[in-house]
């Protein structure tokens, strides 16, 4: 990690890295912990805005009618991730629960080839991630995936869930001596 903070190319920006992986594998956990360094500018998921759009939660009208309010809800994740992702920060590294690449090339493709966004809606956030990837750094360094340990209750067991194998995921508990 400290050759990829001596780069030249993170002279002008920080070293981006994006935590990914499925509800419960340990994402905010990592987040709330990186946010006590002072070189890290760690950013959870915006759930609050998500759940608070002019008055309106998102989130919630997404549950409840996926087909409904697929492309409203991932259009607006695009938007704050991208807030999020492009925002300017003095730390040297930037940390984010899940990225704009993941929200595309994840959630979209999962909402489309279950059937809750129609072909021009999947046409529409295609064509306006691409436009942003060409138009504007919203480049990550490192994406943390796959695998993330969750301290248990007991102190000499810890948890390890095996991410992003959607409902595939294993859970498995490894005793340490």
């Given at each position: 990690?400290?050759?990829?903070?001596?780069?030249?190319?993170?002279?002008?920006?920080?070293?981006?890295?994006?935590?990914?992986?499925?509800?419960?594998?340990?994402?905010?956990?990592?987040?709330?912990?990186?946010?006590?360094?002072?070189?890290?500018?760690?950013?959870?998921?915006?759930?609050?805005?998500?759940?608070?759009?002019?008055?309106?939660?998102?989130?919630?009208?997404?549950?409840?009618?996926?087909?409904?309010?697929?492309?409203?809800?991932?259009?607006?994740?695009?938007?704050?991730?991208?807030?999020?992702?492009?925002?300017?920060?003095?730390?040297?590294?930037?940390?984010?629960?899940?990225?704009?690449?993941?929200?595309?090339?994840?959630?979209?493709?999962?909402?489309?080839?279950?059937?809750?966004?129609?072909?021009?809606?999947?046409?529409?956030?295609?064509?306006?991630?691409?436009?942003?990837?060409?138009?504007?750094?919203?480049?990550?360094?490192?994406?943390?995936?796959?695998?993330?340990?969750?301290?248990?209750?007991?102190?000499?067991?810890?948890?390890?869930?095996?991410?992003?194998?959607?409902?595939?995921?294993k859970q498995r508990r490894l005793?340490?001596?």
């Amino acid at each position: 990690m400290a050759d990829l903070l001596n780069k030249d190319s993170f002279a002008s920006r920080p070293l981006r890295v994006s935590i990914e992986g499925n509800v419960g594998c340990g994402k905010s956990t990592l987040i709330k912990y990186f946010k006590n360094f002072d070189d890290i500018d760690a950013k959870a998921e915006p759930l609050d805005e998500w759940r608070n759009v002019q008055g309106h939660n998102l989130l919630h009208l997404l549950y409840a009618d996926q087909s409904r309010w697929n492309f409203t809800f991932q259009l607006y994740v695009q938007l704050s991730r991208l807030n999020l992702q492009t925002t300017q920060s003095d730390k040297k590294i930037q940390l984010f629960e899940r990225s704009l690449q993941n929200s595309r090339h994840c959630f979209v493709e999962m909402a489309y080839h279950r059937g809750y966004l129609a072909d021009l809606e999947y046409a529409t956030l295609s064509e306006w991630y691409d436009w942003i990837e060409k138009n504007m750094d919203i480049n990550l360094d490192l994406i943390v995936a796959d695998i993330l340990f969750v301290p248990c209750l007991k102190k000499d067991f810890f948890t390890v869930f095996i991410c992003g194998q959607g409902h595939n995921n294993k859970q498995r508990r490894l005793q340490f001596e």
